[in-house]
């Protein structure tokens, strides 16, 4: 796919699923810009010292002054992909507001700022791809994780309302649901689960990378499953 010539935002983008879809990206010719949270994580980004990787040290995507701070001189903006968020086990009698708040800055609020960060970065056409998660779709999967579950839930709804208000100029929105993905931190976790099953990063870069992509002309208001074998 190419993505000659053209800006590309990816929050999250130093993490496995986001080195996959930065490693994409430039190898389609883009400019990269990648906010960072942990620096740990800049330091062994697989990109770090690409002359089209720009990183950019941020404490908080739920702030507007650190979302402002990534999209400057951004423009004009071809896509923003959204990989950027938390997870956190919890039961609603276990999870006090605090921990609800994290979960619902860190995936949804974050996410809305950035979609709106980009469009107004965004000079005509453009690709906007948020990342829900399966437990957003098919919400009893969430017990255990309720917190997590509505942050995502949400993510999905603003992906589709979001795409109806941006048609009009030319920016196409979508999102992708991953189950779990194969990452060393989730086998590291997980250490007894069948693998195999999960989808693998590069298999969901992939979907995420055509939805940002020229390529996709038509597809608007999607959340994709990207769930492999699982």
């Known amino acids: 796919?190419?993505?000659?010539?053209?800006?590309?935002?990816?929050?999250?983008?130093?993490?496995?699923?986001?080195?996959?879809?930065?490693?994409?990206?430039?190898?389609?010719?883009?400019?990269?810009?990648?906010?960072?949270?942990?620096?740990?994580?800049?330091?062994?980004?697989?990109?770090?010292?690409?002359?089209?990787?720009?990183?950019?040290?941020?404490?908080?995507?739920?702030?507007?002054a650190d979302v402002a701070k990534v999209y400057a001189g951004a423009a004009p903006l071809w896509a923003s992909i959204h990989l950027a968020g938390g997870f956190a086990m919890g039961k609603v009698a276990d999870t006090g507001k605090a921990a609800l708040m994290a979960q619902i800055d860190g995936n949804l609020v974050s996410c809305f700022l950035c979609c709106r960060a980009a469009l107004q970065a965004m000079q005509g056409d453009g690709r906007i791809v948020n990342v829900a998660a399966r437990p957003g779709l098919e919400w009893r999967t969430g017990a255990g994780m309720t917190a997590y579950t509505v942050a995502k839930s949400g993510?999905?709804?603003?992906?589709?309302?979001?795409?109806?208000?941006?048609a009009r100029d030319g920016v196409l929105v979508n999102a992708v649901a991953p189950s779990i993905m194969d990452t060393p931190a989730n086998r590291k976790a997980m250490p007894k689960a069948d693998f195999d099953a999960w989808p693998k990063v590069e298999e969901v870069a992939a979907t995420i990378l055509f939805l940002a992509s020229p390529d996709n002309k038509v597809t608007r208001g999607a959340v994709v499953p990207v769930y492999g074998k699982a």
Do not use: Q, W
């Open 155 to 166: 993510v999905a709804t603003l992906t589709v309302a979001l795409a109806e208000e941006a």
């Open 1 to 64: 796919m190419d993505f000659s010539s053209k800006t590309v935002v990816v929050t999250g983008g130093s993490g496995a699923l986001g080195s996959a879809v930065v490693g994409g990206l430039l190898g389609g010719g883009a400019r990269c810009i990648v906010p960072y949270v942990h620096e740990a994580e800049a330091e062994r980004f697989p990109h770090r010292g690409d002359p089209n990787v720009k990183l950019i040290a941020v404490k908080d995507l739920a702030d507007e």
